[in-house]
T-cell receptor, first 113, second 115 residues
Framework: SQQGEEDPQALSIQEGENATMNCSYKTSINNLQWYRQNSGRGLVHLILIRSNEREKHSGRLRVTLDTSKKSSSLLITASRAADTASYFCAASSTQGGSEKLVFGKGMKLTVNP | DSGVTQTPKHLITATGQRVTLRCSPRSGDLSVYWYQQSLDQGLQFLIHYYNGEERAKGNILERFSAQQFPDLHSELNLSSLELGDSALYFC??????????????FGPGTRLTVT
């Protein structure tokens, strides 16, 4: 079953604008990770935020985590055409005695030049 | 380049057949994970190996099996293939034993088409 669920499922913006993607999850987590996937390629890790952190920055990326609402958001500032990709949140949780990373279905971001 | 390699890149085979997908993790990573990505199911975790031992199982069918060898490369075996097994299969690796404490590094994937 999907742990993370991204919202919106698709987003189209102009270059220079900010893009915000939201992720909701169902159970308690150890950490939440965001990945990017260019069409048909492997996923690339973007950022990891631990359950005791509320906000984290990496370059043009800003991630927030609200464990009380079981939600996270990824903000990409000053977007570029090269940011066009699918973005996945992945919730790390312990299930059945083992840790797993459970991915959402992804959100497609299109940045128009 | 993530440092994770997967072979082959593409595989076309018929229903009922058996195939083997291969993965070499990043240098120094002891954990290998296998995922299946299809349009309708998204990215599904299949199995996790750490230093040769199975650590966690996800939605892996009984027709599928995997192993990790002493040199840490891993193979995913898919047998009695069905049309619905057509998907992208990714391998990922990481440094940690637990499965999700740290980021995972993904290979380029193997695209399997079952006809």
């Amino acid at each position: 079953s999907q742990q993370g669920e991204e919202d919106p499922q698709a987003l189209s913006i102009q270059e220079g604008e900010n893009a915000t993607m939201n992720c909701s999850y169902k159970t308690s987590i150890n950490n939440l990770q965001w990945y990017r996937q260019n069409s048909g390629r492997g996923l690339v890790h973007l950022i990891l935020i631990r359950s005791n952190e509320r906000e984290k920055h990496s370059g043009r990326l800003r991630v927030t985590l609200d464990t009380s609402k079981k939600s996270s958001s990824l903000l990409i500032t000053a977007s570029r055409a090269a940011d066009t990709a699918s973005y996945f949140c992945a919730a790390s949780s312990t299930q059945g005695g083992s840790e797993k990373l459970v991915f959402g279905k992804g959100m497609k971001l299109t940045v128009n030049p | 380049d993530s440092g994770v390699t997967q072979t082959p890149k593409h595989l076309i085979t018929a229903t009922g057949q058996r195939v083997t997908l291969r993965c070499s993790p990043r240098s120094g990573d002891l954990s290998v994970y296998w995922y299946q990505q299809s349009l309708d199911q998204g990215l599904q975790f299949l199995i996790h190996y750490y230093n040769g031992e199975e650590r966690a199982k996800g939605n892996i069918l009984e027709r599928f099996s995997a192993q990790q060898f002493p040199d840490l490369h891993s193979e995913l075996n898919l047998s009695s293939l069905e049309l619905g097994d057509s998907a992208l299969y990714f391998c990922a690796s990481s440094v940690d034993a637990t499965g999700s404490t740290y980021e995972q590094y993904f290979g380029p994937g193997t695209r399997l088409t079952v006809t």
